[in-house]
């Protein structure tokens, strides 16, 4: 039914830049508020930042300035521009959707869930 596809994740160096892509099937994400988490090995997932169906994007703290959530709605693709990587952003990072109800960041709270793209960040 609904598919959520990401792509864009690889290794890179400390300080370099990456652009995570989420393709959509099944469902538009103009209808669906998305967001994107990650979770490393041994931690929890966590939100790395959200956006609603009004374009208007939130971040935690930690991501704030340095991590930009977009969409393309005629793409039906959901993005994440990730400047001035650090080694502890190493994770894999999962595109996730939701009717817009419930709390932005708490992953029990979506619905729709990509398998992820692994991002790699050396020192």
């Known amino acids: 039914q609904v598919q959520l596809v990401e792509s864009g994740g690889g290794s890179v160096q400390a300080g370099g830049s990456l652009t995570l892509s989420c393709e959509m099937s099944g469902a538009t994400i103009d209808s669906l508020c998305m967001a994107w988490f990650r979770q490393a090995p041994g931690n929890e997932r966590e939100a790395v930042a959200h956006?609603?169906?009004?374009?208007?994007?939130l971040y935690p703290d930690s991501m704030k300035g340095r991590f930009i959530i977009s969409k393309d709605n005629a793409k039906n693709t959901l993005y994440l521009r990730m400047n001035t990587l650090k080694p502890e952003d190493t994770a894999m990072y999962y595109c996730a959707a939701r009717r817009c109800v419930g709390s932005w960041d708490n992953s029990r709270h979506y619905e729709y869930w990509g398998q992820g793209t692994q991002v790699t960040v050396s020192a």
């Open positions: 956006i609603n169906l009004f374009s208007a994007p």
